[in-house]
């Protein structure tokens, strides 16, 4: 009986077409910002501290490594488990559609790939389903 050959997973080419890591860190600033701005984010902007910036740094190492890029997140912190590290904040149909909200609106400033675009929102979408633990 022979071995099955060890195939590499092919590279996410997502962090390169979206720009790198300093394209993530714009659209981490434009999705606090729509945060900050937008009426239905008050709720969830109120589950953060004050001060963003550990937070923006955070999202910024987990999505560039969720596009492919360097595991720093996993590095500094291990594995993700979004649903648990989110486990002490009531997210309920509301924050979760009020965090896509933020998303979108950064995505629509910062990714001028409309493919690209469409798949990172229905990534979003699962993932902020995920974390969604109230009703």
């Known amino acids: 009986m022979s071995a099955l ?3 590499a997973a092919p590279a996410n080419p997502h962090l390169q077409r979206f720009g790198g890591p ?3 860190a714009r659209l981490v600033d434009a999705f606090y910002e729509a945060m900050d701005t937008l ?3 008050r709720t969830i902007r109120a589950m953060h501290a004050s001060d963003l910036t550990a937070t923006k740094a955070v999202l910024v190492d987990y999505l560039v490594e969720w596009m492919g ?3 720093r997140y996993s590095a500094e912190r291990g594995a993700p488990m979004l649903r648990r590290r989110h486990r002490p904040f009531d997210i309920d149909a509301s924050a979760r559609d009020a965090w896509l909200a933020c998303m979108h609106e950064a995505l629509a400033q910062h990714c001028a790939d ?3 675009r469409a798949h ?3 990534a ?3 993932i902020a389903a ?3 633990n109230t009703d």
């Open 120 to 122: 990172l929102q229905a």
């Open 22 to 24: 300093e394209a993530v």
């Open 124 to 126: 979003f979408a699962k």
């Open 69 to 71: 890029g360097p595991k």
């Open 130 to 132: 995920h974390l969604a």
């Open 5 to 7: 050959p060890i195939v």
């Open 114 to 116: 409309a493919e690209l």
């Open 39 to 41: 009426p239905e984010a």
